[in-house]
């Protein structure tokens, strides 16, 4: 299998990387209620494969792939490159009615950038759940 090419600024999407997020997706199996976004937000791709997971966790889907776009997909738009605007970003999350999320941080092209989405996280009140080599669940909190 060769890593298929994604959105630019993203890095190859590499199943064998993606196969140890399945611990954080067994975990959500047992999460109750909730929907679940998933970082980066890089295009088809990505979304296929998220919603292969859901296979295991379950939970609605903030992103996903479909044949049809909604409309409300398009306030998500931001998120596509997270802390240009922190806040702004901050509240479209927050409106997107996701109670979790993984962010895969070895997906973006630097490192430090998918830690930064972490630590934009965490520093709006997301709790890490557990965390494996590649990706981090978090509990997001309410919505204000």
Do not use: C
């Not at 994604?6 to 993606?18: C, E, F, I, R, T």
């Amino acid at each position: 299998n060769q890593p298929i090419r994604v959105a630019k600024g993203h890095a190859y999407l590499d199943p064998a990387k993606l196969a140890d997020s399945r611990r954080l997706y067994e975990r959500l199996a047992g999460a109750g209620d909730g929907a679940l976004i998933e970082f980066p937000l890089a295009g088809p791709g990505w979304d296929i494969q998220y919603m292969l997971a859901q296979r295991v966790h379950r939970m609605p889907l903030v992103n996903g792939y479909s044949g049809h776009v909604p409309a409300s997909r398009t306030r998500l738009d931001g998120l596509h490159t997270p802390l240009t605007d922190p806040k702004a970003e901050w509240d479209t999350l927050q409106s997107s009615g996701a109670t979790h999320a993984i962010v895969h941080e070895w997906a973006f092209r630097s490192l430090d950038r998918g830690k930064n989405v972490s630590a934009w996280l965490a520093a709006n009140g997301a709790v890490e759940l557990e965390r494996s080599v590649n990706d981090v669940l978090y509990r997001l909190p309410n919505p204000r």
